[in-house]
C-alpha cells in the first residue's frame, strides 16, 4: 500500500542528525550516574523525512555528521529507510551531534544537547546540497535545527533556491525550552514564517510567534501573513487545520505512551507526503494523527515511523 | 592518617573535565543501541587532581565546563574532594566535554570523545589560572589534554610561569590510541618531554617519544635529554623507577579488576604527592601500585581515588 499519486519531485529538509541517549530512569536533568540506553537515530529532521520516505517519496536530507559511531549508525539508518543522503557530508574535525533526554516525573523532558559545536552544526548548502535542492519540490524546515545564524543563514539560502523553483515550504517550530536561550532561534523563526505554506505548530507554538493572545487571533495574524495553511497538532487531542476557507478538526487516536520523541515529526511528514499525493485535508489529518499516535506508542524517535498499512489499520480500528 | 611532611605550595594540573558515559555490554564501539550508565565525573588531568587532595595535598585544576548538569557535576565532586576550583571556568557556549567508554571483549575499550569542540577544548591560562600558579610548587600534564595547538600552546604558557618560580613538572603521556590521529598530539607529547622532572608512561608509551627500539634504551635516550626520573607503570605487574642513579622494581598488588578507568592517573597523583612529602622512592612506588589497584577495583574514574589509610592496608594485606 502506497500513496496512488506522489507528484514528482522530492521533499527535501535541512538540519540536524544526532544520537539520542534516553535516561531509563525519571527525575530531572543529569547531575548524578544513571541508568541509559542509546545511541538512538535521531534529531527531527531526520525523522521527519525517515517517515517521508516511509510513505514512498523521494526523500532527501541536508546535513552533516561526524566520522564516528554515532555519525555512521545514523548514515546507514536513513539509508536503510531510503532516505538520500548525497548530501550528508562526513566531517572529519566535528563530531556527531548528540542528546541526552531524560523524562520528569511529570511527562516533561529536560534535553543537554550537544549541538552548536557538533558536525550538525557545520551544515551548509554545498555542492551535492545544491544538486538535491534542484530536484525538491517540497521543503521542510525544524525550528529545532535553527541553533545558530549560521544555519539560519543556511536555511535562508536553501529557501531561496526552492522558492526560485516553484517548490512549497513547511516549517514546525519545534520548539525546546534548552533552545529558546539561543537568540538566533527566535529571529529564525519569525524569518521562517514569511516563506511558509504549511505551518505546523505544536499547541502553544502557534502564539509564540504572533502578537495574538488567543488562538483565533494567532491564526487570523499568520494567515494575513501569507501562512498558506496552519496545522496545530495537539498531541492526543488530535488536530485542526486552517485555512482562508476552512476550518477542520480531527480527533486523535487513544494509544498507550511508550515514549513521544518524533511524534510531531511523524505527523508533519505524513501530512506534507499526503497532501503532496493529492489526498483530501480531512484524511491527511487523520492520517498524520494516525502517524503521531503510532510514533508515541513505541520506544525512540526513529523507530516511531510506521507505513501507510499501519496508518490504516488503527484508524480502521478506531472506527 | 595524612602524609607527614607535606611541602607547601599547590600540586595544580590543567586540561579537561568531562564526564564518562560507560557501555555496560562489551562489544565494540557505539552503532546499535546499549545499556549505559553515566554521566560519571571523570577526564584523567581530575582524577589525578582528585587523588592528590585526597592525599592531603592542597591541589587545583585549570579547566573549563559548560553551564551544564555535565559540567556542575564535576565542579561539585571536585569541590567536595577538597579540590581547588578557583579556575574551572564554566562557559556558556560550549557544553562540558564527554566520553563515551565501551569494553571489547578482549578488555581494550573504545572511546567516543567530545573533547576539542567541547568547553575543555577553551580552557586557558586566564588570571584565575594565574594567581594559581603564583602558588603552583609541582605542576603535572596529561598527554589526553595535549589534544589541540591551542590547549598545547596553554599548557606551555602554563608550565613556562610554574619553571620560572622553581615548580617540578611531571607528564603522563596517557595516550589513546583515538587520540593520536590528532597531529598536534604527537608535536605535543615530545615538547612536554624537554620539561619533565618526572614522566610517567605506562609500558609501551615509554618508546614511542624515542629513537630506542627497547626499553634500556629509551630510558638512557631520555634521561640524556634531561627528564628527571622515569616512573613505569605495568598494571598489574606493578612499576618501575629510574633515574640516572637507579632502577627499582616494585610489584603489583592482586584485586580483582572491575575498570581500569583512571587507575594511572591514581598511580601518577600517588606517587608525585608521596614524592613531594619525602618519602623513600620505594614506598612512593609501593603506595601507587596500591593507588592503581584499588582504582582498577572500583566501577568509574573518579570513584577510583582511596585514600592513604586504604593503600597502606592494601599493602599489609599483601604482605
Known amino acids: 500500500m502506497t500513496l496512488s499519486a506522489i507528484k514528482p519531485g522530492k521533499i527535501v529538509t535541512i538540519g540536524e542528525i544526532l544520537v539520542d541517549i534516553m535516561a531509563l530512569e525519571r527525575g ?15 534529531g527531527a529532521p531526520a525523522i521527519f523525512i525517515a517517515q517521508a520516505a516511509r510513505l514512498g517519496h523521494a526523500a532527501a536530507i541536508i546535513s552533516c555528521v561526524g566520522d564516528d559511531d554515532f555519525g555512521w549508525l545514523n548514515i546507514e539508518r536513513l539509508k536503510r529507510g531510503r532516505v538520500d543522503v548525497s548530501a550528508v557530508r562526513v566531517h572529519e574535525d ?23 559545536r557538533s558536525a550538525a552544526g557545520q551544515t551548509e548548502i554545498d555542492q551535492p ?30 529557501i531561496e533556491i526552492v522558492k526560485a523553483n516553484g517548490a512549497t515550504v513547511s516549517f514546525d517550530p519545534n520548539i525546546r525550552k534548552e533552545m ?5 532561534m527566535r529571529a529564525g523563526l519569525e524569518l521562517m514564517l514569511q516563506y511558509c505554506d504549511i505551518f505546523l505548530p505544536s499547541g502553544p507554538e502557534l502564539v509564540i510567534p504572533t502578537e495574538a493572545k488567543s488562538e483565533p487571533a494567532a491564526i487570523a495574524e499568520l494567515l494575513e501573513l501569507g501562512v498558506g495553511c496552519i496545522v496545530v497538532k495537539r498531541a492526543a487531542r488530535g488536530s485542526s487545520y486552517y ?13 498507550v505512551e511508550a515514549d ?7 505527523f508533519g511528514a505524513t501530512f506534507v507526503t499526503c497532501r503532496r499525493s493529492g489526498l483530501p ?3 491527511c489529518l487523520s492520517l498524520a494523527n494516525a502517524a503521531g499516535a503510532l510514533a508515541v506508542s513505541r520506544q525512540g524517535g526513529m523507530e516511531g515511523i510506521s507505513t501507510l498499512r499501519e496508518m490504516r489499520a488503527l484508524i480502521a480500528n478506531a472506527s
Not at 28 to 42: D, I, S
Open 260 to 266: 513521544p520523541t518524533g511524534a510531531g515529526d511523524c
Open 94 to 116: 566535528h563530531v556527531t551531534a548528540s542528546a541526552f533526554v531524560r523524562y520528569r516525573e511529570d511527562g516533561e523532558r529536560d534535553f543537554l544537547f550537544n549541538l552548536k
Open 180 to 184: 529558546m536561550d539561543i537568540a538566533e
Open 129 to 158: 546540497a545544491r544538486a538535491l535542492l534542484a530536484e525538491c519540490a517540497h521543503f521542510h524546515i525544524m525550528g529545532s535545527s535553527l541553533f545558530s545564524f549560521h544555519l539560519i543563514d543556511e536555511v535562508k539560502k536553501a
Open 28 to 42: 530531572r536533568g543529569f547531575l548524578e550516574p544513571l541508568n541509559l540506553r542509546g545511541p538512538f537515530p535521531g
Open 281 to 283: 485535508v480531512e484524511e
Open 243 to 255: 485555512d482562508r476557507d476552512r476550518a477542520i478538526d480531527c480527533p486523535g487516536y487513544k494509544v
